[in-house]
């Protein structure tokens, strides 16, 4: 999957953080092949350039409803997207033809109506949102129109909704091939109502499920020519044996035990139960009740359910009394008996215990306590008697109860396969496949072991079957791909199930020897695997040994598999039960076949199980499967919390990551030409302009851009791993410079504009302004004109008046001068008339 790209400062990336898996953030320094990530999260990452994968800013808000749609298909990318549809509640994403269902721990009524049956209904696959129907409808649709049968593989760890899921693609089937009610039952209801039987003898409360499937199950829907459901087979595998003895706080044994002793009082009297509290295979935990569940109610219904499924009530009473019995045999205890390792009834509390299983059983009680005290042993010479020991007799009585519970649960699946009734004729089926998801716990067991085989077989069919995808839409876009490269998981399966040599067929040698430990078992695997690359030995531990899973390494603890390997009836217990005056419980220990019982043949889980497996791959080959990974989003079983680390986990072990890089490995992203021009015509203009082949333009584009390995199909372009990004960092490259080419213009023309504006205001301003000026101006020579005219004029006038005061003064000067001449004259002409008057007078 790794995607490599160019990253560069300024890059948007996704960082690991182990906290949350994957954070998100920008890169703002590159040393070398280091880089630091300013997160979204305000953290300061570093990290390695190769640990970087690109983020897609162009991610759709709302997630995208196929993975495939993704630009980058990688780790984080995937998850965010899940994340994102989980917080919108869109719980179901596809991964190409794989459903990806996130557990919503809540119910969403909307989703599974009928109003969305009908929509679902024969809508082309990817129309319509992603949904479980979808899948049930491209299972049928392709069942009728090819004539083949199909599966539907539900995984996911434990409570994760496997079987909700189940359920639901059941009920769509059944909505799609059912008949118009008739009278009884129809097969459909009985195949519905089979789930509440099985989960109430084979579904218990666990710390990670209350309602956890203790078993694997493959439900085949038989139909008819016409696509109607003519018929229905049950499957079962591995049933969780140990849990009717052992269970640990705060978890619960099987369902039915608490609902037997929620039963009416007429019954408990019946099977003389009292308070669960009061059973030894039930008081080992303080979980008796579940929230929201009434056991009461739930007795009353699974009964129901019997009903239609065609458990008589004898057959029902006969069920319940070994229920009941069990937890009797449960309270049987021992003590030392007089001879030596021999063992006898502790009380009589465990008298009465023993009493009433054997009544319940209907066997002789003396027989019944040798049956558990006694072993029965058998010389060329004789025939002895053996006492066990107390501790012995307890772990054969829990022996004795985990084979009847493990019979029992048998007889209910064989009864529902008949009662429901297989169509000899069926030429097609749809096989729901709900099996247990890869586990790895701090203590793993023989259960673990078979479970992890399981998945290890189911993933390699699972790779197969997606490589063969990849392949035919590849064939069917006529592009080579012959160089891909297919990782095969066959070497664990060999580690594991080859003949001889495997660990299966090891653990089988070490049963068959009395003298065997699981010691000397482990040792064995040590000698054998000693180079095996998927096989490792601790170096703390003498007897544990791990295993290279696809899914990851996990560590088994040796020490209870050949007890637990061990697949035989003890003599003495088939003895008993074979004897039972019930003749359903007689039933469940038909005598073994003669053959057997001669040669002693070997029997053992392990290789049952293996055959059990290899005949489900068989049916799986046979039919076009499909897939759908159930995903737990968190561990306190709640909505809305999503938890990054943990969902990882599960992506990695459901394969979804696998097939991602399966895809990676040929050609991840696929566009189709329209797509592709849409987002990568702008790094070749010219190959587009004017040319309406789009397969030569993008054909163009990608050899200008000097990419080499991309293929061109019919109608779409394929990428190989990191093409796309390559591309994308183009784009961006070609969109930052023309963006900054528009920045440069826009800002020349808003710069001009301001300007010429600013040109034009100030012409303006300045022609009002001289005006202004002006208009000053002139006032103020007006004002000057007038004020000169205004002083001449008063200067004039001054002037005049002094003027005339001057004229008028020297007129009056002139006059007064002229006068006093005058007068002088006047006086010197009488003086001198005088003076001539004088003379002459004189
Ligand atoms: N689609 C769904 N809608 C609502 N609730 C769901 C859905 N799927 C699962 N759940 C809830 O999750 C719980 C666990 O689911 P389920 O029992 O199907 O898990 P599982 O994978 O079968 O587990 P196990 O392997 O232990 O049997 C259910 O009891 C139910 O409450």
């Excluded at 202004?772 to 007006?782: I, V």
Aim: glycine content about 6%.
């Amino acid at each position: 999957m790794g995607t490599k790209v160019n990253i560069i400062v300024g890059s948007h990336v996704w960082a690991e953080e182990p906290d949350v898996a994957w954070v998100d953030g920008e890169v703002v320094k590159i040393n070398g092949d280091e880089a630091e990530i300013q997160a979204a999260n305000g953290k300061k990452i570093v990290s390695k350039l190769s640990k970087l994968y690109p983020k897609d800013m162009e991610a759709a808000a709302g997630g995208v409803d196929d993975m495939t749609k993704l630009s980058y298909l990688h780790e984080p990318g995937v998850l965010q997207n899940l994340a994102t549809r989980y917080e919108l509640n869109e719980i179901y994403t596809y991964t190409g033809n794989i459903l990806i269902a996130v557990n919503p721990f809540q119910r969403l009524q909307h989703l599974y109506d009928s109003h969305m049956m009908q929509q679902y209904k024969g809508a082309p696959f990817g129309e319509l949102s992603p949904h479980v129907f979808a899948v049930a409808d491209v299972a049928y649709r392709a069942m009728i129109h090819e004539g083949r049968s199909n599966s539907i593989l539900v995984s996911g760890e434990s409570g994760a909704g496997k079987t909700e899921t189940t359920k639901m693609l059941m009920q769509y089937l059944a909505y799609l091939g059912g008949r118009a009610a008739t009278e009884g039952r129809t097969v459909e209801q009985q195949v519905l109502e089979s789930n509440p039987v099985l989960e109430a003898f084979g579904n218990a409360k666990t710390v990670r499920n209350n309602n956890s499937s203790r078993f694997g199950k493959f439900v085949e829907i038989q139909f008819d020519k016409h696509g109607r459901i003519s018929g229905a087979a049950v499957r079962t595998y591995l049933l969780e044996r140990s849990r009717v003895c052992q269970i640990s706080d705060p978890e619960r044994n099987y369902h039915c035990f608490y609902l037997l002793c929620a039963a009416p009082q007429e019954e408990l009297d019946k099977y003389k139960l009292e308070n669960p509290r009061t059973y030894h295979y039930l008081n080992k935990s303080n979980c008796y009740d579940l929230v929201g569940v009434s056991d009461a109610r739930e007795y009353l219904a699974t009964r129901r359910a019997m009903d239609i499924v065609g458990i008589s009530t004898q057959e029902q009473d006969a069920i319940f009394r070994v229920v009941a019995a069990i937890l009797h045999i449960g309270n049987i205890e021992f003590a030392k008996g007089k001879e030596v390792d021999s063992s006898v009834l502790k009380d009589d509390k465990s008298k009465f215990h023993l009493e009433t299983a054997a009544e319940l059983l209907m066997c002789d009680p003396g027989a019944f306590t040798d049956a558990l005290c006694k072993r029965v042993m058998v010389t060329p010479e004789e025939v002895i008697k053996r006492s066990l020991d107390p501790y012995s007799a307890t772990i054969s009585r829990d022996g004795f109860a985990k084979t009847i519970y493990s019979r029992l649960f048998d007889w209910l699946v064989d009864k529902i396969n008949s009662s429901i009734g297989q169509d000899a004729n069926s030429k097609c089926l749809i096989g729901v496949l709900d099996i247990y998801g890869f586990e790895s716990f701090k203590s793993n067991s023989f259960e673990q072991f078979c479970i992890n085989y399981t998945n290890e077989k189911l993933q390699q069919h699972f790779n197969q079957h997606v490589f063969k995808m990849e392949q035919e839409e590849y064939t069917k876009e006529q592009i080579d791909w012959s160089y891909i490269e297919f990782v095969d998981n066959q070497d664990v399966l060999d580690l594991i199930e080859k003949k001889p040599g495997g660990v299966i067929a090891l653990l089988d040698e070490a049963c068959m020897f009395p003298k065997s430990t699981h010691e000397t078992f482990a040792q064995k695997l040590y000698q054998t695997f000693q180079k095996h690359k998927r096989f490792v030995k601790p170096k703390l531990s003498r007897t544990d040994f791990a295993i290279a899973h696809y899914a990851g390494e996990v560590l088994y603890q040796s020490d209870q598999f050949l007890d637990k390997n061990k697949d035989y009836v003890v003599a003495e217990h088939q003895e008993l039960l074979s004897a039972s005056r019930c003749s359903f419980i007689a039933g469940l220990f038909p005598p073994p076949p003669e053959e057997t019982s001669k040669s002693s043949k070997f029997s053992s889980i392990g290789a049952r199980f293996k055959q059990q497996l290899q005949a489900l791959m068989d049916t799986l080959n046979s039919t076009e499967p499909h897939y759908i990974r159930c995903v737990k989003p968190n561990n306190v079983l709640k909505p809305a919390i999503f938890e990054n680390v943990n969902v990882m986990q599960q992506l990695r072990c459901g394969g979804v990551l696998e097939a991602i890089r399966i895809s990676c490995a040929g050609y991840p992203t696929r566009r189709t030409f329209y797509e592709f021009l849409h987002r990568f015509g702008i790094l070749a203009p010219d190959a587009i302009e004017g040319n309406c082949d789009e397969k030569a333009a993008c054909k163009r584009i990608l050899e200008k851009k000097g990419l080499i390995g991309f293929q061109i199909g019919k109608t779409k372009v394929f990428l190989r791993a990191g093409q796309m990004a390559e591309l994308d960092a183009r784009r961006t490259e070609v969109l930052s410079v023309a963006a900054k080419t528009i920045q440069g213009k826009i800002r020349t023309h808003i710069m001009r504009k301001k300007f010429v504006s600013l040109r034009k205001a100030s012409v303006c301003f300045q022609a009002v302004w001289r005006g202004t000026l002006a208009c000053k101006l002139y006032d103020r020579m007006r004002r000057q004109a007038a004020s000169v005219k205004i002083q001449k004029n008063q200067r004039g006038h001054q002037a005049r008046r002094s003027y005339k005061l001057q004229v008028s003064s020297v007129l009056v000067i002139q006059a007064a001068l002229r006068a006093m001449a005058a007068r002088n004259e006047f006086r010197h002409k009488k003086r001198s008339k005088a003076a001539v008057t004088i003379q002459g007078s004189l």
